[in-house]
């Protein structure tokens, strides 16, 4: 089956920086998706790749290498407003996203 | 501009009874999408649709139905809710078929519950 991992929680301080990393199984890659999720709220688009190198969206930056399997979010100078969800998604061969559970990210003074 | 409004927000449901979750766009986008989202699951998709008139089964469609009249109305049925059908629920939509390299924008969710 497919599956996408990503960490279940991670705590992080005010002011750092932190990565989440995302692992897949999946039937073909046509591109990986990161979203935020605040509590009791929708999921927002953060990011794509599909391929190699790195996509910056001012304090949040995506990675991908394929050939050495990284695969991550990185967020920069964490606030606190930056806790929340990130959820990994990755296209399969028939466009069909793959959803991973998502990564709660506690943000600490 | 509205984008993309789901409705209801929240709903207690009796089991057995029949419920349409409403999903309405303005963005014109083509392709729009049913999720569903569950503590410590990864978000399921239930029923999809790339162009008004054509539909299709997501990864967990028993229970569930949809239609796709027009390009910004897409409700979600369930015809006889059952407990495990307790969830929340997230409308999507992107300009891209089948997912695309589009990215989705979600609706504000709807929250039910079938005792």
């Known amino acids: 089956g497919q599956n996408i991992d990503q960490p279940t929680e991670m705590t992080a301080t005010e002011g750092a920086i932190v990565q989440i990393n995302c692992t897949y199984q999946t039937s073909g890659f046509n591109g990986l998706f990161w979203y935020q999720q605040h509590a009791g709220e929708a999921p927002t688009f953060l990011s794509y790749?599909?391929l190699d190198g790195l996509e910056e969206k001012g304090r949040f930056s995506s990675f991908l290498s394929r050939s050495k399997g990284y695969r991550y979010l990185l967020l920069k100078e964490l606030q606190m407003k930056d806790s929340a969800s990130y959820l990994c998604?990755?296209?399969?061969?028939?466009?069909?996203?793959?959803w991973g559970a998502g990564t709660k990210l506690i943000i600490k003074p | 501009i509205a984008g993309i409004t789901q409705a209801p927000t929240s709903q207690i449901l009796a089991a057995g009874r029949r419920m349409t979750l409403r999903c309405t766009q303005d963005m014109r986008h083509n392709a729009m999408y049913w999720y569903r989202q569950d503590l410590g699951l990864g978000l399921r998709l239930i029923h999809y649709s790339n162009t008004a008139g054509t539909t299709g089964k997501g990864e967990v469609p028993d229970g569930y139905s949809v239609s796709r009249a027009n390009t910004d109305d897409f409700p979600l049925t369930l015809a006889s809710a059952v407990p495990s059908q307790t969830s929340v629920y997230f409308c999507?939509?992107?300009?891209?078929?089948?997912?695309?390299?589009?990215?989705?924008?979600f609706g504000e969710g709807s929250r039910l519950t079938v005792l």
């Open positions: 790749n599909v």
């Open positions: 998604a990755v296209m399969d061969s028939n466009y069909q996203l793959i």
């Open positions: 999507a939509s992107s300009d891209s078929g089948s997912g695309g390299t589009g990215e989705l924008f």
